[in-house]
């Protein structure tokens, strides 16, 4: 069973920066596509970013050159380290494993979300 | 951009009533790439649908999706108290993944 456990939020000024975990304690994250997902307060779900197995990354227009994530397999943990922060970045952030095979992309599992408040 | 609508915003049902939400893509998209989730209050999402109609794990077969190219539909066939909640459309193509803005499904 997929057990996803994140950590790492908090509150930030503009231009900060904020490193969010996401452990997983059910199967070997290296064989696994990982994406982050953010929910802004009152609003609906924005994908973030992905990183697939062999490492091949992809982030969303948004955050693009702000964000980076990131994957270590000896600890089953995927981070996402967040620079320049804005106000607009505020949001309750969830990691998800990506399903593979002919149903790509869905988000099978998810992390039960690390909030980032981004103010002064 | 590839952008998905859903509609309606809001849908106020009573329970044991039959719920029929849409999603238009702004391009076709493909079925195999389009999923359907449930977000309870102070929950994480959970997948329902995927392949535009296959129900996930554990997901009741009241739930159903069907839908191909630009026009997909997830259909609870009678509500339970547990149903109500906000339901998202979402696909996958070209290496970017989008959401709709979600339908809230409230009790009448």
């Known amino acids: 069973e997929v057990l996803l456990v994140q950590s790492g939020g908090g509150l930030v000024q503009p231009g900060g920066s904020l490193r969010l975990s996401c452990a997983d304690s059910?199967?070997?994250?290296?064989?696994?596509?990982m994406a982050w997902v953010r929910q802004a307060p009152g609003k609906g779900l924005e994908w973030v970013s992905v990183?697939?197995?062999?490492?091949?990354?992809f982030y969303a227009d948004s955050v693009r050159g702000r964000i980076t994530i990131s994957r270590d397999t000896s600890t089953n943990t995927v981070y996402l380290q967040l620079s320049s922060l804005r106000v607009e970045d505020t949001a309750l952030y969830y990691c998800?494993?990506?399903?593979?095979?002919?149903?790509?992309?869905?988000?099978?599992?998810w992390g039960q979300g690390t909030l980032v408040t981004v103010s002064s | 951009e590839l952008v998905l609508t859903q509609s309606p915003g809001t849908l106020s049902l009573s329970p044991g009533e039959r719920a029929t939400l849409s999603c238009w893509a702004s391009?076709?998209?493909?079925?195999?790439?389009f999923a359907w989730y449930q977000q309870r209050p102070g929950q994480a999402p959970r997948l329902l649908i995927y392949g535009a109609s296959s129900r996930a794990t554990g997901i009741p077969d009241r739930f159903s999706g069907s839908g191909s190219g630009t026009d997909f539909t997830l259909t609870i066939s009678r509500l339970e108290p547990e149903d109500f909640a906000v339901y998202y459309c979402?696909?996958?193509?070209?290496?970017?993944?989008?959401f709709g803005q979600g339908t809230k499904v409230e009790i009448k």
């Open positions: 990183i697939y197995s062999g490492g091949t990354t």
């Open positions: 391009q076709s998209v493909s079925s195999n790439y």
């Open positions: 979402q696909q996958y193509d070209n290496s970017r993944w989008t």
């Open positions: 059910g199967f070997i994250l290296s064989s696994n596509y």
């Open positions: 998800a494993t990506v399903g593979l095979g002919q149903y790509f992309g869905r988000f099978d599992s």
